[in-house]
Nanobody
């Protein structure tokens, strides 16, 4: 059974940085999509960034391009989300998810089969 565990959330002032980690275990295939999603109270879940674990191709929603970077460490089976120049509107529960490799292109949450428990990010102005 695939298990995803996030860490690295917290509180930061606007303009600050945080790095989220997602450790994956229990999978047998090395080719899939790892994505980061976020959901703020009263808002829909949003795909933030994704990475194809075999191709290394990355995908970002427009609001985070240039500020967030998704990366992976295959030796540690871990995906990271480096978040710089954080804004109050980035505040949300961030969750990592895993799915088939082709779902990275659309970053639709219902295409992802496995989810972590989430980690809270709060950005104050």
């Amino acid at each position: 059974q695939v298990r995803l565990v996030e860490s690295g959330g917290g509180s930061v002032q606007a303009g600050g940085s945080l790095r989220l980690s997602c450790a994956a275990s229990g999978y047998t295939d090395s080719n899939f999509c790892m994505g980061w999603f976020r959901q703020a109270p009263g808002k829909e879940r949003e795909g933030v960034a994704g990475i194809g674990t075999a191709s290394g191709s990355t995908y970002y929603t427009s609001s985070v391009e240039g500020r967030f970077t998704i990366s992976q460490d295959n030796a540690k089976n871990t995906v990271y989300l480096q978040m710089n120049s954080l804004k109050p509107e980035d505040s949300a529960m961030y969750s990592c998810a895993a799915g088939y490799p082709w779902v990275c292109g659309g970053m639709r949450y219902h295409d992802f089969a496995y989810w972590g428990q989430g980690t809270q990010v709060t950005v104050s102005s």
